[in-house]
């Protein structure tokens, strides 16, 4: 006897709920997407890097968490297939440098990496194999040759032009979608913050620029004392740098400070940066718990999937897989990571309906 369709509500289009979506509706359920700003809409996501970051993120992320993140850059793999093109998704792994002043920031960062780490230390004549433009500057670095990155809007978008599921811009709450659906997914990020205990809000600012005289084979690293800064290159001579991590969630505005970090940063890494041309600056919200860790958390019906901070588009497949797994009572081997030790989804309401 076949399983009944599940009828699902996921509010919120951000990466978490595009994933989500997108998942369940391949395994066969009803989804209806809300999303409360037309598309696509300046969340998180839309502000975010793109780098799938796993080695890069250790001084902050336990080892299984490491895991899961290479976890996710294979789902991404499967997921884009032969649309990676489109989406930018690249695995050509990303170089860590620091200026001479930040070495030790570098030197810090190489004791969190265990011996079977796929990392690899490089001497100037490897930077400059992997970078030439940059070996000028930089005497030596790291090599994480297993990561990745990707353009989150294109991603985004395509995620939504081929998805089998329906959008409804609206605003919804989750208890009052809660008796027409079997289950309500809740991916609000930051904007769940009163519902949710524990939930903060992380600033993140940005720079984008096109620098004609300038390329990058992948992203590049620059180990900074305040924030870990990143250069990812994108098509068409497009670089975004960042992303500053400031405790507040108080205004969306860059501030001069920042501004000037990001483009100094960038100037320091190469010289034509003075005449690049800045195209946006912008700053978005992190959504983050105390542990800075994602979970997903339940109530009756409803999935909480929140507190992705910096690891979004690292983590949001997999924790759309095990939504998936857990809403057709399934195991899936991260969902006690994901949720703790309250990992038996047990639909009370909703099952005995069935
Ligand atoms: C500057 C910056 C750089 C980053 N770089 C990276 C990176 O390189 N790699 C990485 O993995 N992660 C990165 N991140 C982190 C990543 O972007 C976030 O973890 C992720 O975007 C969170 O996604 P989300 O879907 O939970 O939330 P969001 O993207 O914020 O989406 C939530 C959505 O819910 C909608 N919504 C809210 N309330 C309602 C409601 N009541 N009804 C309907 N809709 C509603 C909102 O409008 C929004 O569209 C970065 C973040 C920032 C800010």
């Known amino acids: 006897m076949s399983t009944p369709q599940k009828n699902v509500a996921v509010i919120g289009a951000g990466i978490m709920g595009l994933c989500t979506a997108r998942e369940l509706s391949q395994a066969g359920a009803h989804v209806v997407v809300y999303e409360k700003n037309t598309l696509p809409s300046k969340n998180a996501s839309f502000m975010a890097g793109g780098m799938l970051a796993p080695y890069s993120e250790i001084e902050h992320m336990p080892p299984e968490w490491v895991q899961a993140g290479l976890n996710g850059i294979e789902y991404w793999r499967a997921i884009l297939g032969q649309e990676s093109a489109q989406a930018e998704f690249s695995c050509k792994g990303s170089l860590l440098i620091a200026h001479k002043e930040d070495q030790y920031v570098l030197e810090r960062f190489k004791t969190h990496l265990s011996a079977n780490t796929n990392c690899q230390n490089v001497s100037k004549a490897e930077v400059a194999q992997?970078?030439?433009?940059?070996?000028?500057?930089?005497?030596?670095?790291?090599?994480?040759?297993?990561?990745?990155?990707?353009?989150?809007?294109?991603?985004?978008?395509?995620?939504?032009?081929?998805?089998?599921?329906?959008?409804?811009?609206?605003?919804?709450?989750?208890?009052?979608?809660?008796?027409?659906?079997?289950?309500?997914?809740?991916?609000?990020?930051?904007?769940?913050?009163?519902?949710?205990?524990?939930?903060?809000?992380?600033?993140?600012?940005?720079?984008?620029?096109?620098?004609?005289?300038?390329?990058?084979?992948?992203?590049?690293?620059?180990?900074?004392?305040?924030?870990?800064?990143?250069?990812?290159?994108?098509?068409?001579?497009?670089?975004?740098?960042?992303?500053?991590?400031?405790?507040?969630?108080?205004?969306?505005?860059?501030?001069?400070?920042?501004?000037?970090?990001?483009?100094?940063?960038?100037?320091?890494?190469?010289?034509?940066?003075?005449?690049?041309?800045?195209?946006?600056?912008?700053?978005?919200?992190?959504?983050?718990?105390?542990?800075?860790?994602?979970?997903?958390?339940?109530?009756?019906?409803?999935?909480?999937?929140?507190?992705?901070?910096?690891?979004?588009?690292?983590?949001?497949?997999?924790m759309a897989q095990c939504v998936e797994h857990m809403i057709h009572n399934k195991h899936h081997d991260l969902t006690a990571l994901l949720m703790g030790e309250n990992h038996e989804y047990k639909n009370q309401r909703k099952s005995a309906e069935l």
């Open 130 to 318: 992997l970078e030439p433009q940059i070996a000028e500057r930089f005497d030596n670095g790291v090599f994480l040759k297993e990561e990745a990155h990707l353009h989150p809007q294109k991603t985004m978008q395509l995620i939504i032009d081929r998805g089998a599921f329906e959008m409804r811009q609206e605003e919804a709450a989750p208890s009052a979608l809660s008796e027409q659906y079997d289950h309500v997914i809740d991916c609000r990020g930051y904007d769940a913050e009163k519902q949710t205990p524990g939930l903060r809000g992380v600033k993140g600012e940005i720079a984008i620029v096109r620098n004609t005289e300038f390329y990058l084979e992948r992203p590049v690293r620059l180990m900074h004392p305040r924030y870990p800064l990143y250069i990812v290159p994108r098509k068409g001579n497009i670089f975004m740098i960042g992303a500053t991590v400031i405790e507040a969630a108080n205004n969306e505005h860059v501030s001069v400070r920042s501004s000037l970090e990001l483009l100094s940063a960038l100037y320091s890494l190469h010289p034509s940066f003075g005449d690049a041309q800045i195209l946006d600056m912008s700053a978005g919200i992190r959504p983050a718990y105390a542990d800075n860790l994602p979970r997903i958390t339940l109530q009756d019906n409803i999935v909480r999937c929140n507190g992705l901070f910096r690891h979004g588009y690292l983590l949001a497949p997999v």
